[in-house]
């Protein structure tokens, strides 16, 4: 088993920045990719970005317009996504999720964590 703990969520204003953090522990040698998804309420759980365990990124198309970057530090197994100029329409709760391969839609993920809210106001 994998276990997954997300941290840096909360309330920013639009055009603010937060920094979620997602640390694994356990076998996380099965943690080849390591992710990020958003669900908003009424909304299905959407993929926001992912990445290898070499580095190699995948953004979604919602988010590839250079807002967020996903980053890991495999010695700590911990995986990160900087959000930067934050919109009320990425108000949501954001999961972090790992698998043995990549990520892009939630029945991908084999490890999933709590989530964490990010709130943004107008």
């Known amino acids: 088993q994998v276990q997954l703990v997300e941290s840096g969520g909360g309330l920013v204003q639009a055009g603010g920045s937060l920094r979620l953090s997602c640390a694994a522990s356990g076998r996380t040698f099965a943690t080849n990719f390591m992710g990020w998804f958003r669900q908003a309420p009424g909304k299905e759980r959407e993929f926001v970005a992912s990445i290898s365990r070499d580095d190699s990124p995948t953004y979604s198309l919602a988010t590839a317009k250079g807002r967020f970057t996903i980053a890991r530090d495999n010695a700590k197994d911990t995986v990160y996504l900087q959000m930067n100029r934050l919109e009320p329409e990425d108000t949501a709760v954001y999961y972090c999720?790992?698998?043995?391969?990549?990520?892009?839609?939630?029945?991908?993920?084999?490890?999933w964590g709590q989530g964490t809210q990010v709130t943004v106001s107008s």
């Open positions: 999720a790992a698998g043995s391969g990549p990520l892009r839609v939630a029945s991908d993920a084999l490890y």
